[in-house]
């Protein structure tokens, strides 16, 4: 299972219906944080996201994108976590977020580290070692000080087992289903030898959804979203205001939209929102969809399931 909760879907600042930046991912029962913007702690609670969450990533470093690590660092303090916690974020990541932990806290009693990450880097470890089926592929984006977003991206997966084929070579079910499934070659009780490549189709795809954070529409983006299952693209502004869109480093769901169709995206959902959609996005949604018709925009508490393409 793969999902994605919204905690907060405003630029900028809150709205009476929306928080601020946050987005909580959850893969085979790990959470990932994108973004933790202020209030993020109560939205996690509102939406039933877990708190035992080991990585928190930020795209950059506007207040609305990560002033809630404060209150959340200290709320899981108090629940007496042992476990550390890993923050990731472009350069300056390592100033910011260590003062912005030593606010209002004489000391956090876990460990908190912080790496640094830059376009390219492939992030394939956790605090307990390798990732487990996915890596984590960083990637600039277009919105000053190095901005950066991630993308995280399942290893292939094991052909199709072919249940007809092995019945009909007369394999018993079994064991030796299963070691056949899993690429191994095998001996029947009658002597024959038998190889995986008869009965286990082509390898599969696994799932890539990308988080673009605060950007403009570019190049770096079509390339890390290329057939993505789901594409997270900022929309501040609608077609009204492009050119303030330009201006602030922001897309409009248009462009949004145009990227998603270069990058032959399968989904694409619209978040950072400008107050003036708190209400009603339709707007956005409208002007998307002219160019790229599977988009919808993000509400808070909305999760999206994202299902293998195959
Ligand atoms: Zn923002
Ligand atoms: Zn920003």
């Given at each position: 299972m793969l999902s994605v909760t919204f905690l907060g879907t405003s630029a900028a600042r809150p709205t009476v219906e929306r928080n601020v930046s946050a987005m909580a991912l959850v893969r085979e029962g790990e959470t990932l944080l994108f973004e933790?913007?202020?209030?993020?702690?109560?939205?996690?609670?509102r939406y039933g996201v877990s708190f035992a969450l080991g990585e928190i990533f930020f795209t950059h470093f506007h207040a609305d994108h990560f002033l809630g690590v404060i209150g959340l660092v200290r709320t899981l303090g108090l629940q007496a976590r042992a476990e550390p916690l890993r923050l990731y974020?472009?350069?300056?990541?390592?100033k910011l977020l260590t003062q912005a932990l030593q606010l209002g806290v004489e000391r956090v009693p876990f460990n908190v580290e912080i790496e640094e990450v830059k376009p390219g880097a492939v992030l394939r470890m956790t605090e307990n070692g390798q990732r487990d089926g996915y890596e984590i592929d960083v990637f600039g984006t277009e919105h000053g000080g190095g901005s950066v977003g991630y993308?995280?991206?399942?290893?292939?997966?094991?052909?199709?087992f072919d249940v007809e084929k092995a019945r009909a070579a007369g394999i018993p079910e079994g064991p030796l289903w299963g070691k056949l499934s899993k690429g191994e070659p095998i001996e029947l009780a009658d002597g024959r030898q038998l190889t995986p490549d008869r009965f286990v189709g082509p390898k599969r795809p696994g799932r890539l959804v990308v988080f673009t954070?605060?950007?403009?529409?570019?190049?770096?983006?079509?390339?890390?979203?290329?057939?993505?299952?789901?594409?997270?693209?900022?929309a501040t502004f609608g077609?009204?205001?492009?050119?303030?869109?330009?201006e602030t480093g922001h897309a409009t769901a248009r462009e949004a939209a145009q990227v998603a169709l270069a990058a032959r995206?399968?989904?694409l959902v619209l978040s950072h929102?400008?107050?003036?959609y708190s209400l009603s996005a339709e707007e956005l949604v409208t002007e998307a969809r002219l160019v790229f018709p599977e988009t919808v925009v993000a509400?808070?508490?909305?999760t999206v399931e994202v299902p293998y393409s195959e």
């Open positions: 933790c913007g202020e209030g993020t702690q109560r939205q996690m609670m974020g472009p350069k300056g990541a390592n993308a995280l991206r399942e290893h292939q997966r094991r052909g199709r954070g605060d950007t403009r529409p570019c190049a770096s983006v079509v390339d890390a979203a290329q057939g993505a299952d789901l594409l997270i693209h900022e077609e009204e205001e492009k050119d303030r869109a330009k995206a399968r989904r929102v400008s107050a003036r509400r808070d508490g909305m």
